[in-house]
């Protein structure tokens, strides 16, 4: 069990560290359209999703390999980590900026920071008490619809209101990938 906590923080500290590298990465390198599909490409709530989605996706890849054996819940649980936290930062971003009527930065990096922690704060209990063991499928099959669903709609995305860019950036008219 000790290995295991050791292990989730350094899960956290390791995509909080490479989702902000990632939130660069589009631009560093010249909008690379292979980096687009893994990193964001605008300023919008889903394309930020990615910042927790990639890191966690392959830092528990290197979890379940390490521990299946060790923790036989260990894949249900992290397939449930990565989706609470994927969808933590919509609910966080959209109920602050819901009460304050805009966005504010630091809110917007905690909103990151506070759902890569829940994401494996609940992977880490869940893989203890094994209540979703009898759903590692669904689990995983929603990661994988997730994933292909990161992928389309990086370039073709639908016009619903979490692919629009930030109320900031719509005001300061930053250019989108999209228009």
Same mark, same amino acid.
């Given at each position: 069990?000790?290995?295991?906590?050791?292990?989730?923080?350094?899960?956290?500290?390791?995509?909080?560290?490479?989702?902000?590298?990632?939130?660069?990465?589009?631009?560093?390198?010249?909008?690379?359209?292979?980096?687009?599909?893994?990193?964001?490409?605008n300023?919008?709530?889903?394309?930020?999703?990615k910042?927790?989605?990639?890191?966690?996706?392959?830092?528990?890849?290197?979890?379940?390999?390490?521990?299946?054996?060790?923790?036989?819940?260990?894949?249900?649980?992290?397939?449930?980590?990565i $989706?609470?936290?994927? #969808? +933590? *930062?919509?609910?966080? %971003?959209y109920?602050y =900026?819901? &009460?304050?009527?805009?966005?504010?930065?630091?809110?917007?990096?905690?909103?990151?920071?506070l759902?890569t922690?829940?994401?494996?704060?609940?992977?880490?209990?869940l893989?203890?008490?094994?209540?979703?063991?009898?759903?590692?499928?669904?689990?995983?099959?929603?990661?994988?619809? $997730?994933?292909?669903? #990161? +992928? *389309?709609?990086?370039? %073709?995305?639908?016009? =619903?209101? &979490?692919?629009?860019?930030?109320?900031?950036?719509?005001?300061?008219?930053?250019p989108?990938?999209?228009?």
């Open positions: 069990m000790k290995d295991l906590k050791r292990y989730t923080i350094i899960g956290i500290l390791s995509v909080l560290v490479t989702g902000t590298l990632a939130h660069f990465l589009y631009d560093w390198t010249d909008k690379n359209h292979i980096a687009g599909l893994f990193t964001p490409v300023e919008s709530v889903w394309e930020h999703m910042l927790l989605f990639f890191p966690m996706i392959m830092y528990s890849l290197i979890l379940i390999l390490k521990f299946r054996n060790k923790y036989s819940c260990i894949t249900s649980a992290l397939c449930f980590g $989706l609470a936290g994927v #969808f +933590l *930062i919509p609910f966080f %971003y109920t =900026t819901s &009460i304050l009527g805009k966005n504010v930065f630091v809110f917007d990096i905690s909103t990151f920071i759902s922690v829940l994401a494996f704060w609940l992977s880490y209990k893989t203890l008490s094994c209540k979703l063991k009898s759903y590692t499928f669904l689990l995983c099959i929603l990661v994988c619809v $997730l994933f292909i669903c #990161f +992928l *389309i709609f990086t370039y %073709y995305p639908p016009d =619903t209101a &979490i692919f629009q860019v930030h109320l900031y950036y719509i005001k300061t008219k930053a989108t990938p999209y228009k």
